[in-house]
């Protein structure tokens, strides 16, 4: 056996050359990010709340330039997608699953972030899932105050 023919190891130092120069670029593009982000008030100030790191207070601020277009933050937690369709009736209401309209890769980010918040707690919630994204709603709601208001977040005592 010789070893690797010799198209086979051109072709990967090709790839590896082009991986090398993705990785080069990319972190070019998380350097401007990061200078942007700490010139932004408003993600510093998203940074704040709980759940929401550097890059989903990027992503947040990138995508909403003005939080006051929404009337509340139910308003923006609907229109990402993280509040429960409505299947009402006969003056009974139903609340179903997510809607999941809007940026799915923001609902994804505030999903991921309110996981990590709540794997810190001490509860154990017997549907995780559904806390989870109830969390989530209430971190867009948070994060749409901030943004809309121009505060900085204050947590609030738990009991």
Not at 61 to 83: E, I
Not at 119 to 126: D, F, G, L, M, S
Request: charged fraction near 20%; glycine fraction near 8%; hydrophobic fraction near 45%.
């Amino acid at each position: 056996m010789t070893g690797c023919p010799e198209l086979a190891r051109q072709t990967l130092l090709l790839i590896a050359d082009l991986i090398s120069g993705l990785s080069q670029q990319i972190r070019k593009i998380e350097i401007e990010l990061m200078k942007w982000h700490r010139a932004d008030a408003v993600c510093q100030r998203l940074e704040t709340i709980p759940g929401i790191g550097f890059i989903t207070a990027t992503a947040l601020a990138a995508t909403v330039n003005n939080a006051r277009a929404f009337r509340s933050g139910r308003q923006f937690s609907a229109w990402l997608g993280l509040v429960p369709k409505q299947h009402s009736s006969g003056g009974k209401e139903r609340l179903g699953a997510i809607s999941k309209t809007g940026d799915l890769y923001l609902r994804h980010l505030l999903v991921v972030g309110a996981t990590a918040v709540l794997r810190y707690t001490k509860r154990k919630a017997t549907k995780v899932r559904l806390v989870t994204v109830a969390l989530a709603n209430k971190i867009v709601r948070i994060a749409w105050a901030v943004m809309a208001r121009g505060e900085t977040y204050r947590a609030t005592a738990t009991a």
